[in-house]
């Protein structure tokens, strides 16, 4: 049973993988990635790798776009086609002419892996079968702050016993800034295989190498480790709310609040440093090396930001997939919230920037297989479903309610609750809808609809808060997993 592509970070690496089975046991690929210290010269033959694929993506990129202009005019073309093995038969026909020394005319394309013109070349493919299909537009050329991973996939790809060593084909045995161990175990205990590794330059400047392997794990209940935190009775459903001020609020259907985390606005945090270096890059020499070290302390800054954002997502869902049997959340429209709004300030730039910076795509994302692991139930909430709208005490539905109204005070039965806490308790009272439909069973619900929902009626959502009840300490996040296990 397949539950996508996701990404977490606990500890030393992340994990990126979908489970290929389901059961008490269960073959998963998932990635481990580690951060790397390589030498002077790796780093310069892991920028000409990178630099590689850059030019076979551009090269080809040329040749495409020369062969739509020819089949426009009517003239025969030069590529047989656009996939993967028709880009890679064209550039071996023709690398002896293109990668060559403009002074010598000696060829430099054995310098590198061949994996990374093919690294180059799959990118291409990918772009061009999205933009046929409407998925993405035409795709563009490369500069050179486009960074673009190289993958291996034969050679000598294997992680050191010594535990902070990795061997990758040409670039050799490259130190890394953190400990293998997590991966290491594995390997010597024979429950992983490494099939491939993709090393990347992240914004900051520092190389990361991801390797893809195939892993034997529990899958279910018994992968919950013993010190995990209950959050709610045993299959009790637990609505959890997703948003830009707190990241997850979480409540049970008789409006008990289970969790509460605020979120990490990291990238808001470090906007005033922003600024001021992005002041001093502007008022700086084109191409300086002044300018270039601003920019790199900019990349820094970046990366991060989006470290934090990723440790407190990956910890906040780990805790929800531990600590609750059923989960509902909501089908956000993630893309068309973060879309400009006229007349919204600027056209909605910080409401846009709020909102990128909570990431609620990569929250859904991973509760999506995090869930799967350790044996919880998804349930995916109709995208119209007015959850914030209506009244978690009566039923009663508000037409409209602004995102400055963080209170929900309701007219019919005069019920004062937190905004948040209220979306989360209808969220979980969605359970007893026969329609409703546990996430991964088909396509996503209210995904491509073009209207909404009839309204709810009075008394839909169903009970009443009889009192205020005493919320959870606020900010846990939970805890990552022990040393050698997924998160």
């Known amino acids: 049973m397949l539950c996508g592509r996701s990404t977490v970070t606990v500890g030393d690496c992340w994990y990126h993988g979908y489970m290929s089975s389901s059961g008490a046991g269960a073959l998963v690929v998932q990635a481990y990635r580690f951060a790397l210290d390589p030498t002077a010269r790796q780093r310069r033959m892991l920028a000409s790798h990178e630099g590689a694929a850059r030019f076979a993506f551009n090269r080809l990129l040329a040749e495409v776009k020369a062969d739509i202009d020819r089949y426009h005019a009517g003239e025969p073309t030069v590529l047989d086609g656009w996939s993967l093995a028709a880009l890679r038969r064209h550039w071996n026909r023709r690398k002896h002419q293109w990668a060559v020394n403009p002074v010598s005319g000696e060829p430099w394309w054995p310098v590198n892996s061949k994996e990374a013109y093919s690294s180059g070349l799959d990118g291409l493919a990918r772009a061009l079968k999205s933009w046929r299909s409407g998925r993405g537009r035409f795709p563009r050329f490369r500069k050179r702050r486009h960074r673009m991973g190289v993958r291996f996939t034969t050679g000598a790809i294997r992680v050191e016993s010594d535990r902070r060593h990795v061997t990758l084909p040409r670039i050799g045995r490259v130190r890394t800034h953190e400990s293998t161990r997590k991966l290491a175990r594995r390997v010597e205990a024979g429950t992983a ?285 939970g805890t990552a997993s022990p040393q050698g296990e997924a998160a």
């Not at 191409?287 to 270039?292: A, E, H, L, T, V």
């Not at 009244?391 to 400055?404: F, I």
């Not at 963080?406 to 209808?426: F, S």
Request: charged share 25%; with cysteine; net charge positive.
């Open 193 to 477: 295989r490494i099939l491939a590794a993709t090393v990347r330059q992240d914004a900051a400047g520092r190389w990361h190498v991801a390797f893809t392997v195939e892993v034997q794990r529990a899958v279910g209940k018994e992968a919950r480790p013993a010190h995990a935190r209950r959050l709610a009775p045993e299959w009790q459903p637990v609505g959890v709310d997703v948003g830009a001020r707190d990241l997850i609020v979480a409540a049970t259907a008789d409006g008990r609040e289970v969790l509460r985390v605020p979120a990490p606005r990291s990238l808001g945090h470090a906007q005033a440093r922003l600024r001021r270096l992005q002041r001093r890059r502007a008022r700086q020499q084109r191409g300086s090396n002044r300018q270039q070290r601003t920019t790199r302390r900019i990349g820094r800054v970046h990366a991060r930001a989006a470290n934090m954002r990723r440790d407190t997502i990956a910890k906040v869902t780990t805790a929800l997939a531990h600590g609750c049997d059923h989960l509902v959340i909501e089908d956000l429209n993630v893309a068309g919230m973060g879309a400009r709004k006229p007349g919204a300030g600027n056209g909605g730039r910080a409401s846009n920037r709020a909102l990128a910076d909570a990431a609620l795509a990569e929250v859904h994302r991973q509760l999506a297989y995090k869930t799967r692991w350790y044996g919880a139930d998804l349930t995916v909430a109709d995208r119209w479903h007015p959850s914030s709208k209506t009244c978690s005490g009566c039923g009663r539905q508000k037409p409209r309610l602004s995102l400055a109204e963080r209170t929900y005070h309701c007219d019919g039965c005069g019920l004062t609750l937190d905004r948040d806490r209220n979306a989360a308790v209808n969220l979980a009272r969605l359970t007893r809808d026969p329609k409703m439909r546990p996430a991964g069973s088909g396509p996503v619900a209210g995904r491509g609809a073009d209207h909404e929902t009839d309204p709810a009626h009075a008394g839909d959502a169903g009970g009443r808060e009889a009192s205020t009840l005493h919320q959870p300490e606020l900010g846990k996040t």
